[in-house]
């Protein structure tokens, strides 16, 4: 969710801080909603939670990175 929020072509996860407030059995229908809530040059501070219904089941705060080219580029 916090990388497609960046909306980028690339996007690297350069950190995550996640927050597990319930359990979640196999089978239950989650959402994930993500906010780019700063961006400064290249660098994105993402929020997001996840949901069952009404209830957050994990929330956390996602640092990315918007490179000009891809990381497995042989030109790099």
Same mark, same amino acid.
């Given at each position: 969710? !916090?990388?497609? &929020? /960046?909306? =980028?072509?690339?996007? *690297?996860? !350069?950190? !995550? +801080? #996640?927050?597990?407030?319930?359990?979640? *059995? /196999?089978?239950? =229908?989650?959402? !994930?909603? %993500? =906010?780019? /809530?700063? &961006? =400064? %040059?290249?660098?994105?501070?993402?929020? *997001?939670?996840? +949901?069952? #219904?009404?209830?957050?089941?994990?929330? %956390?705060?996602?640092?990315?990175? /918007?490179?000009?080219?891809?990381?497995?580029?042989?030109? &790099?």
């Amino acid at each position: 969710s !916090a990388m497609l &929020s /960046v909306n =980028e072509p690339t996007v *690297v996860l !350069a950190s !995550a +801080k #996640g927050d597990f407030k319930q359990p979640v *059995v /196999v089978g239950q =229908e989650l959402y !994930a909603y %993500g =906010e780019v /809530v700063n &961006s =400064e %040059g290249k660098k994105r501070w993402v929020k *997001v939670v996840v +949901k069952r #219904g009404d209830e957050v089941v994990m929330q %956390g705060e996602f640092f990315c990175v /918007v490179p000009s080219i891809h990381v497995l580029d042989k030109d &790099s």
